[in-house]
């Protein structure tokens, strides 16, 4: 790729000089600096008939719901450095609480609604959480976690908003400062934290621009779900610190749905993980539609998805790369200045602002050449950060622990993950999760899960188990582990097969050799 034009440059060092400052504000740079008039979101909402309803909600109209909240808030006993879990679907509530917490220099702590009650008990104790918002179909998770305050959505909420007073100033705690505190999977232990700053803006903003190349004429939806990195990003964040409006569609995903989404709201703008694309592909009645950009992050889309898009959608869709510790780095751009052809099976190139390059073997980010880094480590894990750089204190090459390749023209290729952690559907789900909930059924004496291809999901779980003496595998018993998986850690999450064994692979050392048990026929 050629040399980045200077104009690309100057921007990065803009975005930079506002969201690094030390007196960043992110309520300002996320909502109040934009006209008041200007639709942030459409809210959109699916009649029992599968008519839609929309609502659109304006920057003022948040500004003026974050400050009230915000006072509520306050009285409740938030301030700066607390911490506030919010588990809620695609709704306007989220985006307003994210907003009050930030207002209060607090941080927020996304949560997936997928989620069973163990896990998010864990990432609200992990995160030494005071309060959570939830909504009403969700409240049920969150009773009785200890020294954790619920708010819910609805008439509760909505009286806080009309009884309070906008508070009259937001806390700016810097670039620096902590704005979102998000979990990642876990693949041999629980899953970390990773505290995202204010300046991370600069690069989600970046990304808004060279990768998915939103404009003011375009209807953008990020289909994202916003308790994960790529729809909390570029589904909220990144189009708030832009100033452009997202869509936020209430409800679960059906191919029907989505199409009417395209259709009647007019998108022209589509980012979404594989699986929408994919299961759009399966109707031949999903044709006919002319967006202008379409982009897709998770795993790798095959090459009949991508001919297929070009039919039914009206343009290619793009493959980009990232992380929750980065946001996307490694692109096929859409942006003007920057889109370059699409080699099948190549994620593209580093992303302006990232330097990137292959490190024993591994996709990698140096950080000596790459402002828009932001990740400087795990919440209270100074040894698995560690393990992420090649140099001291954080400095050299930054390791994703994903294998690849870079080819002379500079295009990076995925070849395979180094660790075990499962991407189905877009969602990355670190075995040891659901392991830690098959071990204790009295049944199950020994765990494994691996990942294994589907052609709708990218992955799909299997478990193999070692069973307790005398204890017969059987479809009842697999049921009934399904059943645990899914009340003890996330519906989605639940092994689609298990293999009842007599042993597990394991080395000298004792740890499990999953490559083996991928290898197995299905």
Known sequence: MSELPAAISTQIDDWLAVYDAPDADAAYLLVDRHPADRVAFTQIEVGADGE?????????????????????????????GDTVGVLMG?????????????????????LFTAFASPAIEMRLTGGAAKLVITEPSQVDKV???????????????????????????SVAVGGDGTLVLLFTSGTTGNPKGVPVPVRALAAFHAYMQFGLDVSDDDVYWNAADPGWAYGLYYGVLGPMAAGQRNLLLHAGFSPATFVKVLGELGVSNLAAAPTVYRS?????????FSLRRASSAGEPLTPDVVSWAVEALGCEVRDHY??????????????????EPVVPGSMGFAMPGFTCGIERGEIAIDT???????????????????????????????LTADAGRREDDGRFYFTARDDDVIIMAGYRIGPFD?????????????????????????????????????????????????????????????????HFVDELPKTPSGKIQRFKLRETTP
């Open 434 to 498: 659901v392991e830690s909930v098959l071990i204790t059924h009295p049944s199950v004496v020994d765990v494994a899960v691996v990942g294994r291809p589907d052609q709708l999901r990218g992955e799909v779980l299997e478990a193999f188990c070692v069973l307790a003496p005398g204890v017969v595998g059987d479809d009842a018993l697999e049921n009934e582990l399904q059943v645990l998986v899914k009340e003890g850690f996330a519906a989605h999450a639940y092994p689609r097969t298990v």
């Open 52 to 80: 839609l309803a929309t609502t659109d909600i304006t920057f003022g109209q948040l500004a003026d719901q974050s400050r009230r909240l915000a006072t509520a808030l306050a009285a409740r006993g938030i301030g700066r």
């Open 90 to 110: 695609k709704r306007v509530e989220l985006v307003v609480s994210l907003l009050a917490i930030a207002r209060l220099g607090a941080i927020y702590i996304p």
């Open 143 to 169: 009773k009785g976690i200890e020294g954790v305050d619920q708010l819910v959505a609805g008439p509760e909420f909505d009286a806080l908003l009309a009884d309070s007073s906008p508070l009259e100033e």
């Open 368 to 398: 000596s050449a790459s402002p828009l880094l932001w990740f400087t480590g795990y919440l209270d894990a100074p040894d698995k950060t560690a393990a992420r750089f090649t140099g001291p204190d954080r400095t050299g090459w930054y």
């Open 280 to 288: 759009l592909s399966n109707d031949p009645a999903i044709t006919g």
């Open 322 to 339: 990232g992380q929750t510790e980065h946001g996307m780095f490694i692109n096929n751009h859409w942006n003007d200045a920057l889109r």
